[in-house]
């Protein structure tokens, strides 16, 4: 028993740190400060925790609780995002008095449910993970709560979500009617082609899988939100629960649904295309970068997706690959945003940018190495997690669905050279004012400096992904 | 040889251009400057050694370097044979004057200017050295961020639709290459092209897989009716940026077809040949007469050059050896002569900011160096006995003749057209009356003008009556071509 506790231990230092923080935070007044270090340290605490811990597979609590290097790898990988996503924030936080303690809290209590979502192996436990980062996410959303666009976008998510969640657990639940187990192992023994109950229970966990990660046509939530909330929330939900959101979709592919293949390969197709057209099509219009950053999120979660819609391990690898970069990506696109405040106001409209080359030329240069990696054009890491994508694609002869991708590769390179356009070419509107943010201008050029340097050794992600499979 | 001599060679100006972006910028920047000519000419010294340490009696890959990149199933794989050494060879000569020419033209941010040159020429001479498709990729793509910038930020007043016209034309024909080269890789097992040249692809596969490549390499020469991209963006370049587009991105196209297109997908390249023949005769004829009615000198250069590459391709796609060594030549010697003339366009639009035609007139009495120049580089263009571009298209023709008689008429009758465009130009800008009174306040050119196009009419002139470094250099990798092509062809036949 003590054995079992030892492989939750990462979730368990979590839980108790979680809960002695909101002690001091409850007790000590003006702690915002104190919490938000305090945050920071117990995550890099559980990184280290973790890279302590075993890869080896084990399945403990009646085979409920998976730890192996699959959940091992996100696990880091949301801690690492968080901690970026965090850090670079703060000044933000503080200029927009959301200072509240239970700000970091609750996002150390939403990266608790990913950890329980990524190591689940049991129907019962994955929901309730995914219920806990829903819950935080919702508060999240609306924790400028004095700002009307916050807490409606709180309350449409809220609304939204909450939809997709019932929809997800009548999937569950007739997905433990059709073949007598909530573990993932012995659903994917009862769950074939013949069963076809089944089959539809599959449907709706699907759908409530694809709201979470925002693909089309489920993504109607993800522009307002993103707009709405403040913009440390909305980078914390371009990038963390994207990951969490992948990783439960690839698990669920890879183990209870491995079976049917044929059964869901088409409808990841149709789910892949249509975020990748839609993020690509919709993102033109847009004024507002927060909301052009979501159509983009929506574009690449689509990109992911096609790795995921090959139904093979390489394809799983390469989605993994991607997301990985797209975390680098839209951490330094983010930090970017937070550099951009003008009398006291950090701006979002993509007009304001204009001339930022001849004004802040490290920014511009940093924010068009990001945008074009964004846009897949080589020698920047964008191209590379593209490129295994669509080898994967390819190897499977799904040439329609490589050929729309690439396609839409070049619809979606207009709208970020329209912002580049805006960076380079048109005069200077507004000159920024200096904003003491020396984490989002680190973050900046470590974002920056991965993205180009990431050509001279680009195996360095495959050599870590290729053992996420190997059980 | 173990020294990684042409990783060198590809890195050095992208190192010099880190440099500069760290160098301080005083006033008027002379530290970047001198830093990016000293660079961009030791990049030059390197390139000439490397092509007179070459061996061309071996149609083998030399200088080969080979780094396991990509998961150990693509490898970064680095190489020159007689073809690829002139281009690169090119590419740093070229520089260098670009360099020179933006002194006196790029008043705005020349620091980011010559940054925004040096990486262009990383990567040109790396699609030029690149051994494995993808590598080739890499770097064929990674050209338009720099080329995007130099247009948008440093360019005329359209610069804006010009760039993005560019950037868009370009990757939407390059993102099908992709596809292709990944399908490749799953066909054949490697991306390596000197064993893509072995293996051989299945006939069923050409076809598709070849007009995925072209649709890439089409845009790129540009052949019609995918060339509406570069007048616009020639018209909006700088100078600089003029120059490079004409003289290597154009080529790039060319090399492509002659790397990849023809000796991996031979039976594709018979089976499409009508259909280049017929791109080809469109363009230089077509071209041509809508570059007679231009009246803005460097659209009607741009259009010129459209023609100049329909002989390329049609050069390349008669397989003979006449036709491929032609349309070699005519490419480095159009790298040339376009690179002089839109420096000559540059060199009056430095004093008078206009590039229509009509603002000058009768330059002759005024400036009569830069007039004798002018005149030469036009006659070159025209492809005047003599020149380097006369060789050239004499060998296409040739090509052309042992294929068909009646594309080789057309485009002999391209010629023509040619010659009257340019002289036409030449009388209307150099000779005639100076209506303008602006035009007689100008001075003549400079030392540096000189310098720069003075280079270049050496080296006109010279490979215009002196072929031989050139021929020598390919002909062996050219006749090498022919025969696996022909091998191809016939084994084909027989079955």
């Known amino acids: ?471 | 040889m173990n020294f990684p001599i042409l990783s060198t060679l590809i890195f050095l100006p992208l190192i010099s251009s880190f440099f500069i972006f760290l160098s301080k910028g005083k006033k008027n920047n002379f530290s970047a400057i001198y830093i990016s000519l000293f660079s961009s000419l030791a990049t030059f010294i390197l390139s000439i050694f490397i092509w007179y340490s070459m061996d061309f009696s071996s149609s083998e890959f030399q200088f080969l370097e080979e780094q396991s990149w990509i998961n150990n199933f693509i490898k970064f794989k680095l190489g020159v044979d007689g073809i690829s050494i002139l281009f690169i060879v090119l590419t740093t000569l070229i520089t260098p004057i670009c360099i020179v020419s933006c002194i006196n033209s790029v008043k705005d941010r020349i620091k980011e200017f010559l940054i925004a040159i040096l990486v262009l020429e990383t990567f040109m001479i790396g699609v030029f050295c690149s051994l494995d498709l993808v590598v080739f990729y890499l770097f064929f793509e990674a050209g338009l961020i720099p080329m995007f910038l130099i247009i948008g930020v440093w360019g005329g007043p359209r610069r804006v639709y010009s760039a993005f016209k560019f950037f868009l034309f370009t990757l939407l024909g390059s993102v099908l290459m992709l596809a292709a080269i990944i399908a490749i890789y799953w066909i054949t097992g490697t991306t390596d092209v000197t064993q893509i040249y072995e293996v051989k692809i299945p006939k069923e596969y050409q076809n598709l897989l070849w007009l995925a490549f072209f649709s890439s390499f089409a845009v790129k020469m540009p052949m019609w009716p995918v060339h509406t991209w570069l007048p616009d963006a020639h018209v909006e370049a700088p100078t600089a940026g003029s120059v490079i587009l004409a003289a290597i991105l154009l080529k790039m196209a060319g090399y492509g077809f002659l790397r990849f297109s023809v000796p991996m997908f031979p039976l594709a390249s018979e089976y499409f040949t009508p259909l280049i023949y017929t791109l080809s005769i469109i363009a230089i004829i077509y071209t041509s007469l809508v570059a007679l009615m231009q009246e803005d000198m460097k659209k009607l250069i741009a259009y010129s050059s459209v023609a100049h590459m329909g002989y390329v391709t049609l050069g390349i796609f008669t397989f003979t050896k006449q036709g491929i060594e032609g349309s070699i030549y005519q490419m480095i010697s159009h790298g040339l002569i376009s690179a002089a003339l839109f420096l000559c366009v540059g060199v009056v639009y430095d004093r008078l900011h206009s590039r229509m035609i009509s603002t000058y007139g009768g330059i002759v009495n005024y400036l009569p160096k830069y007039s004798f120049l002018f005149i030469v580089f036009a006659l070159a263009g025209l492809g005047l006995p003599g020149t380097s571009g006369f060789l050239g298209e004499f060998l296409v023709l040739t090509g052309a003749f042992q294929k068909s008689y009646l594309v080789a008429m057309l485009a002999t009758f391209g010629v023509v057209l040619g010659a009257a465009y340019m002289l036409w130009l030449t009388k209307r800008v150099i000779f005639g009356v100076t209506k303008n009174e602006d035009v007689k306040k100008m001075h003549d050119i400079n030392k540096t003008e000189i310098l720069m196009l003075g280079i270049l009419t050496v080296l006109v002139i010279v490979f215009g009556f002196y072929p031989a470094p050139l021929i020598e250099t390919f002909d062996i990798s050219v006749n090498n071509l022919i025969n696996n092509y022909e091998m191809a062809i016939s084994s084909e036949g027989i079955k």
């Open chain 1, 1 to 471: 028993m003590l054995n079992n506790l030892n492989i939750l231990l990462p979730e368990i230092f979590l839980t108790l740190s979680i809960f002695s923080i909101l002690m001091i935070g409850v007790f000590i007044k003006e702690s915002f400060n104190l919490i938000f270090n305090l945050s920071s340290a117990i995550i890099l605490f559980t990184i280290a925790i973790i890279l302590n811990s075993s890869n080896e597979t084990e399945k403990v609590f009646l085979d409920s609780f998976t730890r192996d290097s699959f959940s091992n790898f996100f696990k880091i990988l949301i801690l690492i995002a968080s901690l970026f996503v965090l850090n670079t924030s703060k000044v933000f936080i503080i200029d927009n008095k959301i200072r509240k303690f239970e700000y970091p809290i609750i996002i150390l209590l939403s990266i608790l449910g990913m950890f329980f979502m990524v190591s689940s192996n049991d129907i019962i436990l994955f929901y309730l993970g995914l219920e806990l980062q829903s819950l935080s996410l919702y508060i999240l959303a609306s924790i400028d709560r004095d700002n009307l666009r916050s807490s409606e976008s709180g309350i449409k998510y809220f609304v939204l979500s909450a939809l997709s969640s019932g929809l997800l657990l009548y999937g569950c639940s007739l997905l433990y009617g059709f073949t007598g187990s909530t573990n993932f192992d012995l659903i994917a023994d009862q769950l074939i082609k013949d069963n076809k109950g089944a089959v539809f229970a599959m449907v709706f966990v699907l759908v409530g899988l694809a709201f979470k990660v925002s693909a089309v046509p489920f993504h109607m939530w993800t522009p307002d939100v993103y707009e709405g909330a403040p913009t440390s929330i909305t980078s914390y939900f371009a990038v963390v629960p994207k990951v969490a959101g992948l990783a439960v979709l690839i698990k669920f592919m890879f183990i209870p649904f491995s079976n049917i293949l044929s059964e869901w390969q088409l409808i990841i197709i149709f789910i892949s295309i249509a975020s990748m057209i839609l993020g690509a099509v919709a993102a033109i219009v847009q004024k507002n970068i927060k909301r052009l950053l979501a159509y983009s999120s929506i574009g690449h979660v689509g990109y992911a997706l096609a790795g995921v819609a090959t139904g093979v391990i390489s394809g799983y690898e390469s989605s993994i690959i991607y997301i990985s970069i797209y975390v680098v990506m839209n951490v330094g696109a983010f930090s970017c945003l937070y550099l951009l405040k003008k009398d006291g106001e950090y701006r979002e409209n993509i007009s304001d940018l204009s001339g930022l080359s001849k004004k802040q030329p490290l920014l511009a240069i940093s924010f068009l190495v990001i945008l074009f990696s964004l846009a897949g054009i080589p020698p920047l890491a964008g191209f590379f997690a593209k490129f295994y994508v669509f080898t994967a694609v390819i190897e499977q002869k799904m040439y329609a669905l490589a050929i729309i991708g690439l396609l839409t590769t070049v619809i979606s390179a207009f709208y970020y050279l329209r912002i580049i356009k805006i960076i380079y070419f048109d005069d200077s509107a507004i000159s920024f004012d200096p904003v003491k943010n020396s984490v989002a201008k680190l973050s900046v050029l470590i974002s920056c400096a991965i993205l180009i340097t990431f050509f001279l050794y680009p195996a360095i992600l495959n050599n870590l992904v290729d053992a996420l499979f190997i059980n």
